[in-house]
């Protein structure tokens, strides 16, 4: 049996925060249209964030549990204005009723029109279970968002299964779209889907006027971001209103939560890490590379994905320094150390690494801190 059976035993009885991201128009003036709800807390607990909760309590196998607790706090907190955007992983989506969902709408001020359910980018297993979800959602009046688009799970070929009310764009390709006109072109590539196929798109993680005048002469009206770019009042989200740095950190410390649920961690929360993520097998064979690494180093994880670390990606590691202790630490089975490394790329990179082999997995994690 489960040690820990609920989320209430999990949490220490200690209640969930809900907070509220703004969704704006930017057409004809700046107004709200929704906002986006997001788990925050138990303050106090090692695991105070999303990341590190939501990854604890899918090893735990509460994972819908906790989804359901996120979305009811939502109802009951949602701002008046416009619509509320709740969150659900695909496994809690393909195993909801729709009426259980009505149910927890009808206890709050909403009603199911008021609801845009953002489905995450994570797999759902079976795809036509979740498919079949969205069928009985829609039927009884929710509307449908696929979030992060252009990253993970949520492709083209989803869009094009579910036909949404709402394509939000990944936050990467909208950050750094000023400088970068591949990123460009991807923010024109979905406005122009979703004039295609009628629905409307939001442009996340909008932090600079440059970005908020790209998505607008793309034809794109909905955004997200942070900041007083936007221009809005009431419940903002700011950017230090995430994961605690308290709660994530120094992997270089063998107590740190991270480190103690890496091996749990998904795509999507790696990616939400503040520091680089590299997974390798005692072979030096990157498994994983997550997206503040590929900001760093300008490799994309497609690319570095199933080649060597040492010998293929990053030759300057193959030294004693760094190579050498991970070569001592698998010969071992143990490892975790951490030192100040330069990494040769144009411009040099002053960084500082931990190095981490994990007993259950059997794999070396490296995390690379900027100083």
Request: with cysteine; proline share 5%.
């Amino acid at each position: 049996m489960n040690p820990t059976e609920n989320i209430d035993v999990l949490f220490a009885h200690r209640d969930l925060r809900t907070v509220f991201h703004p969704i704006v128009d930017i057409s004809g003036g700046l107004h709200i249209h929704g906002h986006e709800a997001l788990m925050r807390g138990p303050k106090g607990l090692p695991f105070e964030g999303p990341m590190l909760a939501f990854a604890l309590a899918k090893s735990l196998d509460l994972l819908e549990e906790l989804d359901l607790r996120c979305v009811e706090g939502a109802l009951q907190a949602a701002p008046p204005e416009g619509r509320l955007f709740v969150n659900l992983h695909p496994t809690t989506a393909a195993r909801l009723s729709a009426e259980r969902l009505v149910d927890l709408v009808a206890r709050s001020d909403l009603s199911p029109p008021d609801v845009v359910l953002e489905i995450i980018e994570h797999s759902a297993g079976r795809e036509s279970d979740l498919l079949q979800a969205i069928a009985r959602f829609r039927k009884a009046g929710f509307l449908i968002a696929v979030d992060d688009f252009g990253e993970g799970s949520s492709n083209l070929r989803r869009v094009l299964q579910v036909r949404p009310d709402y394509l939000k764009i990944d936050r990467w390709f909208v950050q750094g779209c000023e400088g970068d006109s591949g990123r460009r072109s991807a923010v024109r590539v979905a406005a122009q889907l979703g004039s295609d196929l009628g629905l409307r798109v939001i442009a996340e993680g909008v932090e600079k006027a440059a970005q908020l005048e790209i998505v607008r002469d793309a034809g794109i009206t909905l955004v997200q971001g942070y900041g007083d770019v936007l221009g809005v009042g009431g419940r903002h989200l700011d950017r230090d209103d995430g994961e605690p740095a308290s709660a994530l950190g120094d992997p270089a410390h063998s107590d740190n939560p991270v480190l103690q649920r890496i091996d749990d961690f998904d795509e999507m929360h790696l990616d939400e890490l503040p520091f680089g993520v590299i997974q390798l097998d005692k072979d030096a064979t990157i498994l994983q590379y997550n997206r503040y690494e590929e900001d760093l180093t300008h490799f994309r994880a497609s690319d570095v994905v199933g080649r060597n670390f040492f010998t293929e990606v990053a030759p300057c590691t193959d030294v004693q320094t760094f190579g050498g202790r991970f070569r001592a630490g698998v010969a071992t089975g143990q490892l975790h150390e951490t030192f100040d490394f330069v990494f040769t790329f144009d411009p040099p990179k002053n960084v500082r690494v931990t190095l981490y082999l994990s007993a259950e997995t059997a794999t070396i994690w490296v995390f690379v801190q900027e100083r």
